[in-house]
């Protein structure tokens, strides 16, 4: 499900975030991809763009981290279209080696919406 507030890929159907109803995505739905350091979230929209993924990206202001870390960490967010999400996600996996998105200690957590087969766990 997509939290069209939060520009979110959930896994709800109300957002966690806001507590917004979700819906279904669409294809051209924005969709957050990831948030990193400046630097890093640079490098990622780099990669994205050689592959031909459209990507946007937008500051974010970490003030709660800036003071935690005692600097001034500058943190942006990279937003792909739905339709690239899946693309992007597996790009952004090559480029740090683990899911980004789930957390993968939490199976219940995880999305169904990436994959529709239905494996059985155990
Ligand atoms: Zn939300």
């Known amino acids: 499900m997509y939290c069209p507030r939060c520009k ?17 995505p669409e294809m051209d739905d924005v969709c957050l991809l990831i948030e990193k350091p400046l630097p890093i979230a640079a490098m990622v929209k780099d990669v994205l763009e050689q592959n031909g993924i459209p990507s946007m990206q937008m500051g974010v202001l970490g003030a709660g981290l800036s003071t935690l870390l005692g600097s001034n960490i500058e943190y942006a967010r990279i937003y792909t279209a739905y339709s690239d999400h899946q693309n992007a996600l597996e790009l952004t996996d090559e480029l740090f080696g683990a899911p980004l998105v789930f957390d993968e200690e939490n199976p219940d957590e995880i999305a169904e919406d990436q994959t529709q087969e239905d494996e059985p766990t155990q």
């Not at 979110?8 to 279904?24: E, F, S």
Request: aromatic share 0%; net charge positive.
């Open 8 to 24: 979110m890929i959930v896994d709800a159907d109300k957002c966690p975030d806001c507590h917004k109803p979700t819906r279904k």
